[in-house]
């Protein structure tokens, strides 16, 4: 059975955004950068309550998009922030 730091990870931890390789074998991915929230994962990343801090800070300035194309594509296909905060893990939340 796969060790959970051997995992692959392709949702934002933060927004919940999924389509890039964010973490890979349990190290960050220096060069993925979240298109929705901006984040870029590091080992500041393992920290709950760090996630939880820059999830608020984000939300709370209208969680806006870091690639405004990316952000016409998800929102002509009806992108919907509630629905993409539950794809963050558990364990991130
Ligand atoms: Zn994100």
């Not at 960050?28 to 298109?35: Q, R």
């Not at 870091?66 to 998800?74: F, G, L």
């Not at 993409?84 to 558990?90: D, V």
């Amino acid at each position: 059975m796969a060790n959970a730091e051997d995992e692959t990870e392709t949702v934002c931890r933060v927004c919940g955004f999924e389509g890039e390789v964010f973490w890979e074998g349990g190290w960050p991915n220096e060069a993925a950068i979240c298109p929705c929230c901006d984040n870029e994962p590091d080992v500041g990343d393992a920290s709950v309550m760090g996630l939880r801090n820059y999830r608020g800070y984000w939300v709370g300035q209208g969680a806006p998009w870091s690639s405004p194309s990316a952000e016409r594509e998800h929102k002509r296909q009806g992108w919907d922030l509630m629905r993409q905060i539950q794809n963050i893990p558990p364990q991130w939340r």
